[in-house]
Every structure is written in C-alpha cells, then in structure tokens.
C-alpha cells in the first residue's frame, strides 16, 4: 500500500515537473532547447508511467 501511494506521489511530482519545465519556458518566451524538451518529455512519461502503475494490479 505504502508503495502505491509513494508511487503515486512521486508520479505527480514528475507530471507536475516536466509540465513546469515546457509551459515555464513558454511563458517566459524563450525558445526551449532541444535537450531540455526531450529531458521534460522523458519526466513526463515516467511520472505518467508511475501513476499507472499506482494503484492495485492495474497495468498501463
């Protein structure tokens, strides 16, 4: 259970990161970088990953 819910946590965190990171940058209007873009990606395909992997034998 404790799993779960660190897993959850910490797959939010990562969403919320990456998203902060792409829409922070635009905001500001800076172009963002080719390598920052592929590093906020990658954040937010494993917090995605995290959250579906949170919850009790359920799979992405």
């Keep these: 259970m404790a799993t779960d819910k660190r897993r959850l946590v910490v797959g ?3 969403l919320v990161l990456g ?3 792409i829409f922070g940058m635009s905001f500001i ?3 963002l ?3 920052t873009a ?3 990606a990658l954040v937010i395909t494993a ?11 359920t799979g992405v």
């Design 19 to 21: 998203s902060v990171l």
């Design 12 to 14: 939010a965190a990562l």
């Design 47 to 57: 917090g995605t990953l995290l959250v579906g992997l949170s919850g009790e034998e």
């Design 29 to 31: 209007g800076s172009p």
């Design 38 to 40: 592929a590093l906020a």
């Design 33 to 35: 970088p080719a390598g």
